[in-house]
């Protein structure tokens, strides 16, 4: 591309631009579009694939779908290898490849790969999507929570710590109250101490963040753990016995056949996940606030030439995602299992931070990547109830090689906040 300058005393001047072309997502597509075609398609697996698409209380009835395996693996493969031709075309025009895109070629492979799985089976999506959703909470407030951080210059490693406090917090304290809204404010509290921490080495004392991080997440992993099997196991029916969050349909909405029961007959810790992706999204991109995090994230000697206090901020913002990383573990026990166990995240974290990462440190792609790994941790347990081909260990395996492909392939080119990780020392 080139553009055409003048001077007063000389002829027009050629600029050239180069345009940089990541032929990254391309290149995944394609690998993808070769494995599904041959594995669904050239050596696909003879039979219908059943797909239940309602349940007993949908207002709707849909009837159950069935699919020739075989042939719908082909056809999937096809429209793949469409998809990657129209992906390389764009990157060739010098453009990134469009998110819709990634999402519809990701949703096209899943089809098919559940056809070939369920072949000679019935697989329940709305049970599935339901668990996807369940799972996907704790990740989607961690990846808040990385968000904030990250966008105001923190690396916040110490998501699996955040999230693994606010779990304990919130289950003793639920506990010994009966009352679970304490145990979330209680969690809150939880996550704000393990950020403090973070913010206090990281900014004040310029201390390696990830080194940090690190550090914190061994720390509130082995103290928990020691508090569980010290304290909460001798006395479990006073200490570790929280009430859990029934869930509450929303009259209407939750009749809608497949999303109704997934996203309308949920806690209420759901429903606050919503709101809190909607209220990050549009504080980070439309208020003073947001303006003001993603300037000491990108450009912070700027940011204090303007008057901002950039370390300020970035502790304010720190222990604000805290909070929220704090909330979200509170799901593991009065949401979801009902009472703490050791080190019961279980690496939810670090897939919260890759969410981050795989979601170009933006909220609504950050949530959509929450949902994607969560769907593949409830995947591998759909599988193994329908008697899936596939060998149990690889079941298990799975959420952590989607979260593998999707961070190194599809998030295509990408790049952190300018300052991220980097202290800020005033002149």
């Known amino acids: 591309m080139s553009v055409q300058a003048t001077t007063p005393s000389s002829a027009p001047i050629t600029l050239e631009r180069t345009v940089v072309k990541s032929w990254k997502a391309p290149i995944f597509f394609g690998i ?18 059943t797909f239940r698409l309602s349940t007993s209380y949908d207002l709707i009835q849909i009837p159950d779908i069935s699919l020739p395996t075989r042939a719908t693996g082909w056809i999937i493969g096809i429209l793949l290898l469409a998809l990657t031709a129209l992906s390389a075309w764009i990157v060739n025009q010098g453009r990134k490849t469009p998110l819709w895109l990634t999402i519809v070629f990701g949703v096209l492979f899943m089809v098919g790969f559940l056809t070939w ?3 000679g089976s019935l697989l329940p999506v709305p049970g599935l999507l339901i668990g996807a959703v369940s ?68 900014i004040k004392y310029v201390v390696d963040q990830i080194i940090v991080g690190v550090v914190l997440n061994v720390l509130v992993t082995g103290l928990t753990g020691f508090l569980y099997s010290q304290v909460l196991q001798e006395n479990a029916a006073l200490l570790n016995s929280p009430p859990r969050f029934e869930r509450i349909p929303i009259p209407g909405l939750v009749s809608i056949p497949i999303i109704g029961p997934v996203l309308f007959n949920q806690t209420i810790i759901v429903y606050v996940m919503y709101i809190t992706v909607a209220v990050v999204a549009y504080a980070l991109f439309r208020t003073r606030w947001g303006l003001r995090t993603r300037s000491v994230g990108e450009h912070p000697t700027a940011a204090d030439t303007v008057g901002i206090k950039v370390n300020m901020t970035r502790f304010i913002n720190v222990s604000i995602g805290g909070a929220i990383a704090g909330f979200g573990g509170a799901y593991f026990t009065l949401g979801s299992v009902g009472s703490f166990t050791k080190e019961m995240t279980a690496g939810a974290g670090f897939i919260a931070l890759a969410a981050v990462i795989f979601g170009r440190w933006d909220p609504i792609r950050a949530m959509l990547a929450g949902l994607l790994f969560g769907f593949a941790t409830n995947l591998q347990s759909v599988l193994g109830i329908i008697g899936s081909p596939l060998p149990s260990e690889f079941l298990l395996m799975l959420p952590y090689i989607v979260t593998i492909f999707a961070v190194a392939g599809f998030v295509g080119q990408s790049r952190a906040p300018a300052a991220d990780g980097k202290p800020y020392i005033k002149a």
């Open 32 to 49: 993808f579009a070769l494995v599904a075609l041959l594995a669904f398609g050239v050596f696909g697996r003879e039979g219908f694939s």
């Open 117 to 119: 799985t369920s072949a």
């Open 135 to 202: 799972l996907s909470v704790p990740l989607i407030f961690g990846a808040m929570s990385g968000v904030i951080s990250e966008r105001s210059g923190v690396i916040n490693i110490a998501i699996e710590g955040q999230l693994l406090a606010g779990a304990f917090t919130s289950a003793m304290v639920a506990s010994i109250t009966r009352q679970p809204l304490l145990g979330l404010v209680a969690a809150m509290i939880a996550g704000v101490l393990v950020s403090f921490i973070l913010a206090a080495f990281a």
